[in-house]
């Protein structure tokens, strides 16, 4: 009896949990299938499949082009942090030389960054290089996270790759380029994909270099286009269209991090707990 | 036979490598000119992103700069840190509203990765007991920390709106409280509304490496506690918290470093609202809305100072591995 009542705690807990991370993503698809006075009401389920508002998201915005936006800034961004990620990550994790542990520190430093502390320097950089509401400026600010990330998981991975392999390379003659294409690469997709992904999640939900280097609503990414989505005044805001396009964001990313769940983990736990 | 040939193997190896180590020494500085060679794109691009802007930055804080007109800037010395003029304290070390921001960022940070920690732990012990489901449970987890920023932002304020929100409809139904509650407005529940947010958002993270670090954990321990008859709960406090202790406190610097740092969530959940300023809330009003960018770069410099100390502490205590090794 006493065992049957704590298998029933348990799993109240585990319903508690489950809830409580579901919950708010739930209420937000019901509230974007409600129109008009609904809206006023609370519900827990939808009442009827009312596409109106999604309709309207990208009827009445540009919300089509923000999304577009924030998919070249997102990929372009991944794929330049992979590259001299994975081209510093062999330099850092396979090679002893003199200074390694500095660069490391370093990179590691310029992980922890707080954004707003390079800002105005940034906006000096973007203005000088004349990418000023410009979507190859936020690509080349959202490097100042990605990167740094990119190559210290990279890093951890590569160093823990057989050196036997390598080895044998050499004795092949093989350049260290060709180690990094022929031996390493398709050894490192999963890691690979597990650092692009984490990559693109922090780019796709970046939102103060968005913010304060774009300046019209055709060059903003979707983050900063929903936070300003606002209404007839400031005090009506469009709850109903913010939901929807909330939905419309999420949705994507939520589908990837659950595919892929298990190499997330893993890309998470090597960059904090292993670093 | 097996040790006569590792024997021979090993010998084999120590005359040709005392035959090739001219050869091998020749390889081996190749290869650090490679190494060289395949760090300095990422070098350079660091340097730009990173070491300049953040050393204009600290360049502006010196300067009377506008952002209008960046390149008319003029050094003025500590003038907007702290000056004294006509009996009067003037720069952000003498402004009030920086100091609430600061406090303001210390208690947010301070409340908020306790909660996370607390309750990262609790579904870490949870998701770490094997139950049917658990990896739905474990994909279910996952979900607040896959929500960009903004949108959990948006999500709460919707869930958490004075009139129509469904908190303070849940709250009046079970009868906690007898009149709806402007949870991001008044200024005594705007911190509290942000904290919740953020725990919501973050504990996922928390869970997950705490989670890591329990499926490291050694079973031995645990089976000679349950020979003995230890509660369970005294095994908790007295194996599992020691052991896990060392990566409990990486990630909770970790998190607290993120914490300090905090701008988009209170941007667009409660705005420009002096209850919850952060430190880059500040930082970004002086800069953008004010125009004042040395300024607002003094007060950038000072949250950088702060986050730098805190780094530091952290690669201290979290006894990082830098060698790579």
Redesign the interface.
């Known amino acids: 009896m006493k065992r049957l009542f704590s298998q029933l705690g348990f799993y109240l807990l585990v319903a508690a949990i489950v809830l409580y991370a579901v919950f708010p993503f739930y209420y937000a698809i019901v509230t974007s299938f409600k129109t008009g006075p609904e809206l006023f009401s609370v519900d827990y389920f939808p009442l009827s499949w009312n596409w109106g508002n999604y309709v309207s998201v990208f009827r009445e915005q540009s919300f089509a082009h923000n999304i577009l936006n924030s998919v070249l800034v997102s990929f372009a961004v991944v794929a330049v942090s992979l590259f001299l990620g994975v081209t510093a990550a062999f330099a850092l994790g396979r090679v002893q030389f003199r200074g390694r542990g500095l660069l490391l520190l370093t990179v590691l430093g310029v992980s922890m960054f707080p954004q707003v502390a390079v800002l105005s320097g940034m906006f000096e950089l973007i203005r000088g290089l004349n990418l000023y509401n410009n979507l190859l400026g936020l690509v080349i600010s959202y490097l100042i996270f990605t990167l740094p990330f990119t190559v210290w998981v990279l890093t951890t991975f590569m160093r823990d790759l057989p050196k036997e392999l390598e080895e044998a390379a050499i004795m092949d003659g093989a350049s260290p380029w060709d180690i990094i294409v022929k031996v390493f690469m398709p050894l490192m997709w999963p890691a690979l994909v597990t650092t692009g992904l984490l990559a693109f999640i922090a780019a796709w939900n970046e939102f103060l270099f968005a913010l304060t280097f774009t300046l019209t609503n055709e060059q903003r990414t979707v983050p900063v286009a929903i936070a300003l989505i606002s209404g007839a005044s400031q005090y009506e805001l469009p709850w109903g269209n913010i939901m929807a396009a909330s939905v419309i964001v999420t949705l994507p990313v939520v589908a990837l991090v659950l595919i892929f769940q298990r190499r997330i983990v893993s890309g998470l736990t090597a960059g904090a707990v292993k670093g | 036979m097996a040790t006569t040939g590792v024997e021979t193997a090993s010998q084999v190896a120590r005359e040709t490598g005392k035959t090739l180590s001219p050869r091998k020494s020749q390889?081996t500085r190749g290869?650090?000119r490679?190494?060289?060679l395949?760090?300095t794109?990422?070098?350079i691009?660091?340097a730009?992103?990173?070491g300049?802007?953040?050393?204009?930055?600290i360049w502006?804080s010196f300067t009377d700069?506008n952002?209008s007109d960046?390149g008319a800037a003029q050094f003025i010395g500590l003038e907007n840190y702290l000056t004294y003029v006509d009996g009067e304290w003037y720069g952000v070390l003498a402004d009030g509203e920086w100091w609430n921001a600061v406090w303001n960022t210390l208690k947010f940070s301070v409340i908020s990765v306790t909660l996370e920690t607390v309750l990262g732990l609790?579904?870490a012990l949870?998701l770490n007991?094997s139950?049917r489901?658990r990896s739905l449970?474990?994909?279910?987890?996952?979900?607040?920390?896959?929500?960009?920023?903004?949108?959990?932002?948006?999500?709460?304020g919707?869930?958490l709106?004075d009139?129509?929100g469904?908190l303070n409809?849940i709250m009046l139904g079970i009868g906690l409280i007898s009149t709806p509650l402007a949870w991001t407005a008044s200024p005594d529940l705007a911190l509290t509304a942000v904290i919740l947010v953020d725990v919501?958002k973050t504990t996922?993270?928390m869970a997950?490496?705490i989670?890591?670090?329990l499926q490291m954990l050694p079973t031995d321990c645990y089976e000679a506690a349950r020979v003995d008859g230890i509660h369970p709960v005294k095994v908790f406090f007295k194996v599992t918290l020691p052991l896990i202790k060392p990566?409990l406190m990486?990630?909770v610097i970790?998190r607290l470093?993120d914490a300090?740092?905090i701008?988009?969530l209170i941007?667009?959940l409660t705005s420009n609202s002096k209850d919850t300023m952060s430190?880059?809330v500040y930082?970004?009003q002086q800069?953008?809305d004010f125009q004042a960018?040395g300024y607002?770069?003094a007060a950038?410099?000072l949250?950088?100072l702060t986050?730098?100390l805190c780094?530091v502490l952290?690669?201290t205590f979290g006894r990082?591995?830098?060698?790579?090794?």
């Open positions: 390889l290869r650090v490679a190494a060289w395949f760090l794109p990422m070098l691009v660091v730009m992103v990173a300049w802007p953040l050393a204009r930055t502006f700069a952002l960046l609790i579904v949870v007991a139950f489901g449970v474990r994909a279910a987890v996952l979900i607040p920390w896959a929500i960009p920023t903004i949108v959990s932002a948006k999500m709460w919707w869930m709106h009139q129509f469904i409809h919501w996922p993270f997950l490496l989670l890591a670090a990566a990486v990630a970790f470093l300090l740092r701008f988009d941007y667009v430190m880059s930082a970004r800069l953008v960018v607002g770069s950038s410099t949250l950088f986050v730098a780094t952290y690669i990082v591995r830098f060698d790579g090794r």
